[in-house]
Structure formats: C-alpha cells, structure tokens
Nanobody
Framework: VQLQASGGGLVQAGGSLRLVCAAS????????VAWFRQAPGKERAFVAS???????NYDDSVKGRFTISRDNAKNTAYLQMNSMKPEDTAVYSC???????????????????WGQGTLVTVSS
C-alpha cells in the first residue's frame, strides 16, 4: 500500500482545510487509517483515526473541530479541519494498517504504512 497526503496550505485562524490521503491497493479498505501531525520542535502526535467500519477516535485537542472520514470505493481518507488555530500548524501525515490491536490507534509505531507529510500553516 502506498499513501499520498495532500491538501495542506496556509489558512487564517478560524478557517478550514481538508486533507486527503489517497491510497493504492485493495487492502486499504480493511485498514485503520490515521492522521498524525508534527509541529516544529515537537514530537509526532496523534490527531484522528478511523477503522474499516467507520469508527473514529480523536485527540482531545481537535474534538469538535476536525472530522476524519473515508471513502473505501475511492481508496481515500479525509481530514476536514474547521475552526483552525495557530497551534494546529504542523506537518500532517496519514498512516494505515494498525497492528497489535485497536486500542493502539494513537501510537504511530503501530502503523505499517505512511504517506509523506503535507504542511499546514495557520496564521493568527
């Protein structure tokens, strides 16, 4: 499986962006997909995940503002980001194939496939 993330850019605080994670391979539809982000000088952090059945998890910092979704027919996952804040500025990466159990959805080390990052910058 190959993943490609896109949709990043510059947005003002309070604005919105939609990130796209496009995947190759039929196995994608059976994988949990997640978005992680890494801000300058900080470690990579969990943002949101969605399993094959549509069940979702979110970090508390984005609950109510971000929505993760997927379209298995298109082998694509999305991250809709609304009410954005300057602290959302980071490189966002998508990941797929959670291994070791569904409880580990927030751990980057548990994902087998990664796309390249896309930069999101939120200005104040």
């Amino acid at each position: 499986v190959q993943l490609q993330a896109s949709g990043g850019g510059l947005v003002q605080a309070g604005g919105s962006l939609r990130l796209v994670c496009a995947a190759s391979g039929h196995a994608f539809r059976s994988y949990t997909v997640a978005w992680f982000r890494q801000a300058p000088g900080k470690e990579r952090a969990f943002v949101a995940s969605i399993n094959w059945g549509g069940g979702t998890n979110y970090d508390d910092s984005v609950k109510g503002r971000f929505t993760i979704s997927r379209d298995n027919a298109k082998n694509t996952a999305y991250l809709q980001m609304n009410s954005m804040k300057p602290e959302d500025t980071a490189v966002y990466s998508c990941a797929a194939q959670l291994v070791g159990g569904s409880n580990y959805y927030y751990m980057a080390s548990r994902y087998g496939y990664w796309g390249q990052g896309t930069l999101v910058t939120v200005s104040s």
